[in-house]
């Protein structure tokens, strides 16, 4: 695919400012830019390199300012993080996709195979499996009996689906990840053994969802785990039995979300934050990493530490620990 910065341009509805022409041939981070990468400055701190870098082109806001002339030609866009997006899925769609099925692969009798889907060599498909237009399940794949998966989405070499399961269209689940493995149950008996309480519910994951590698998303002791519109789950997190999370959540490598917790929507979670059981968590928080969120929280806050309280009152704190060991050297000498 051949592209100019008029090209890009046209893609992200940007406005070229130097030379729209100039062959661009790669993607490269700002600092570390080559003659003929395009890159991109959506943090100010990062607007001196400007000056310095050898990049063909870069994606700037529309109100960025430079000090006199600058060598790459610029494309000016509302918000260029979000024009990069757009960019790379543009030219991820061009690329040819595969189709068809290859063999050895196992596929249970009945099951029916759309056209335009693709079936990856040493993928297993259970019975009663129903698969939308444009699956793409990738070799090594297990697709557990009564499976059903929607119009487009992605199953990455690896993952695991067991029974019963419901993913939705458009989902992208990588390798590694196991949808469906029974939750973390047992009953505590007299004689202090466990006995194992069957996980009998199921997942159900909406559309629109990306799950990373190594992450568990466990089945519902009955009911279901559900996984809402749009979120978007980072490499090796857990999801245990009966959670649910709502629309357009994202959350950071490391979480764990513990058994029957509610989440709402749009959230932004950090990494290795752990949520407690049997707790409701609102809407749109921004929670810090490697916070710890024990109790039930409303909407609308910013929150980090442990137990999770809010981030300037966390910052706050952390200014007089630091002081402690002077407060305790001037009380002892009195």
Known sequence: MNLTPDIIAGFVNGRVDGNGQLPITGFAKIEEAK??????????KYAH????????????????ETEGAVSPTLIRVPDPYEALADLLNAIEARKPRKRGVE????????????DDAYIGAFAYIGEGVRLGKG?????QAYVGDNVEIGDGTVIRAGVRI???????????????????????GFAPRHDGSYEKIPQTGVVVIEDDVEIGANTAVDRATFGCTRIGKGTKLDNLIQVAHNVEIGTGNVFAAQTGIAGSTKIGNYNRVGGQVGFSGHINVGDMNEIGAQSGV???????????????????QFARTQVYLKRLPELFRQFNKK
């Open 35 to 44: 003659a003929g990468d395009i890159t991109f400055i959506a943090n100010p």
């Open 49 to 64: 390199f400007i000056n310095t870098t050898s990049a063909t082109a870069v994606l700037v806001a529309d109100g960025f």
């Open 103 to 114: 063999q050895p692969c196992h596929i249970a009798e009945g099951v029916g195979i759309p």
């Open 135 to 139: 699956v793409m399940i990738y070799p």
């Open 162 to 184: 067991y029974e019963g399961c419901r993913i939705g269209s458009r989902c992208v689940i990588h390798s590694g990840a196991v949808i469906g493995a029974d939750g973390f």
């Open 294 to 312: 024990p109790n039930s929280i409303g909407s609308n806050s910013r929150l980090i530490g442990y137990p999770a309280v809010d981030a300037m």
